[in-house]
């Protein structure tokens, strides 16, 4: 029997990066378009050229505006019979420690609903391992790999940003990554039903390490000046598929640059573990996928010059 007197909840899915979210933000836009569908996942805070996820919001909100903020609630306040029982957010820029105290914003808005924040976490060397990958293949980067985490490791401790959405008055929610299949166990566990929609399961996957150190080459050369990135991302998935490089035999951290990083998360681990009931607080150290790969030169010419060229 439903509790007719419970308040409706607000669930906001907050990553983090390069954890499934955008395989996820579509499942949940086209999960809630289905007729039967038991949530609501708003369409005020999306972005035109992205509209599966609720990045527009954030966006306003950290350059003090409020105009999506109000128009999602006014949309929930409308929709069918009232507030539904169960709202449902996404948007993986609220993790960082930056953004992250933008919700109380968002429950502030929502006084008589229960906010919760899901985040989801992956252990730290998978995760700095992947954000390097995706940064360099975007060429947000150009730093070698041990130069990336000495620059970015205080910004990729999970437990001062989740703290500080604790201290938003939200309750917080964390996942391993590992447990989940994505995108289908989230989708279920936000919205309460089985994904029917059909939708692809993977989103955004990584350049192999080797294609992203050829690549990583390629923008140190200059080879990218008047170039479009998105063209070069195109092809270099494309070369990756016919090279075979996508084969997992090589990683950009060996051993013992792995066993710095692991060290260095130490502390974070084991407040996962305390504070959010996260496992491995004392795991060991991972291996190396494979031999390492370093910044060239890479002796691939050819391959560097099909980066222009590939269809």
Known sequence: MTDDTARPRLLVHVGFHKTGSSAVQMALSAQAEQADAGFHYPHAGRLEHWPHAHHQLVEDLRHGRTDSLQALVAEVACADGGPPPLTVLSCEDLATIQNARLLGHIRAAFPDHDVCAVAVVR????????????????????????????????????????????????????????????????????????????????????????????????????????????????????????????????????????????????????????????PDADAAAPAPKGELVRPGPHNLPELMRCLLTAP
């Open 123 to 278: 252990p730290h060397v998978d995760w700095l391992r992947s954000m390097y990958l995706e940064r360099v293949k975007r060429h947000v980067t150009t730093l070698a790999p041990m130069d990336y985490y000495r620059e970015h490791r205080e910004k990729l401790r999970y437990v001062p940003i989740l703290d500080t959405m604790v201290q938003t008055g939200c309750a917080v929610e964390v996942l391993d990554y590992r447990a989940l299949d994505l995108p289908g166990d989230l989708v279920t566990r936000l919205s309460g039903e089985v994904l029917t929609a059909q939708v692809q399961k993977r989103y955004n996957v990584s350049l192999s390490a080797r294609m992203t150190m050829v690549l990583l080459d390629f923008y140190r050369g200059g080879g990218a000046r008047g170039v479009d990135v998105h063209r070069l991302i195109h092809n270099a998935y494309d070369l990756d598929r016919r090279c075979g490089t996508r084969a997992p035999d090589a990683d950009v951290f060996d051993a013992e640059q792995i066993g710095q990083i692991h060290a260095f998360f130490a502390e974070d681990r084991r407040l996962l573990a305390a504070q959010f009931g996260l």
